[in-house]
């Protein structure tokens, strides 16, 4: 016994002195999650568990997202492990959601639909986000509005104009994922963009976009005009208006703070 502990610790050693050496790089994708799980695992040879866990969900991802009754079901993982990897994965969700900070732009179409590429990154069942964003478009926050496939479950409508108000910004995005299927808006995405749409024009609020993830791309349905009507140019000119009042009247209050 006494053998067979030193000869896990020394690997275990040597993998790690590696991993803080030259980084992850040139490690197997069943390598870095074979050391994650010397955490759970204190003296058993943790190879063949990432091996067993990689052949049954796949991918890191697969891994990171199941669920504690899934893993469980894997030979090697007991419940520490299951922890382990629940714990690890609702960690890369927040590090996703993270990966637009405060302040920043998302007026391009490109950059809002990566960004919400990355927080639906490692989801598994559906569900709807608003994101809030100042007068210019920069990044305020994000928050779930509701879980469950639109068709059968619909977010609350005076909860959801309360969130926005309270949070004080004219402009807000939806993005909801598909993520078993195609990013293409199914009859009901886009009747529920358009009352969404409709409510909140008329209390001032702006929707700029409804974006949709899905397993395999990004869709923004201004982008690809699939409301017209809603995104139109009128529409358009009348934002584009009012941003460069906005930015004169900014460039007035800088020149008389200047002198």
């Known amino acids: 016994m006494s053998d067979k502990k ?26 870095i999650l074979e050391m994650l799980l010397y955490n759970s ?8 568990v990432a091996h067993n866990l990689m052949d049954e969900f796949g ?12 893993l469980t079901e894997v030979q ?3 419940e520490a492990t299951a922890n382990l990897i629940i714990t690890v994965g609702e960690v890369l969700k927040r590090s996703l959601q993270e990966s637009v900070t405060v302040g920043e732009c998302l007026r391009l179409s490109e950059d809002a639909k990566n960004y919400c590429a ?3 990154h490692a989801e598994r069942s559906e569900h ?45 995005m939806l993005t909801h994922n598909h ?3 195609s990013e293409i808006p199914s009859s009901e995405d886009k009747k529920l963009t358009r009352y969404i749409y409709n409510l909140l024009f008329g209390a001032d609020i702006y929707l700029a976009d409804h974006i949709i993830v899905g397993k395999y791309g ?42």
Not at 22 to 30: K, P, Q, R
Not at 41 to 48: F, L, Q, V, Y
């Open 128 to 172: 709807m986000r608003m994101i809030f964003l100042d007068s210019k478009y920069n990044f305020v926050s994000q928050e779930i509005i509701c879980r469950g496939s639109i068709e059968q479950v619909k977010p609350d409508m005076s909860e959801l104009i309360e969130k926005v108000i309270r949070r004080h910004c004219p402009i807000v």
């Open 6 to 31: 030193n000869i896990h610790e020394g690997h275990r050693n040597r993998m790690l002195s590696r991993l803080k050496k030259n980084g992850g790089e040139h490690f197997e994708t069943h390598e």
């Open 179 to 181: 993520p078993s299927g």
């Open 218 to 259: 990004t869709l923004s349905m201004r982008e690809n005009d699939l409301l017209p009507d809603l995104w139109n140019d009128m529409v358009k000119s009348k934002l584009d208006k009012e941003d460069s009042i906005e930015e004169q009247e900014d460039s007035i209050e800088e020149q008389e703070d200047s002198e």
């Open 59 to 70: 991918s890191l991802t697969g891994v990171l997202t199941a669920s504690a009754e899934e």
């Open 118 to 120: 990355s927080i639906f």
């Open 41 to 48: 695992c204190k003296r058993c040879d943790t190879n063949p």
């Open 76 to 78: 090697g993982v007991g």
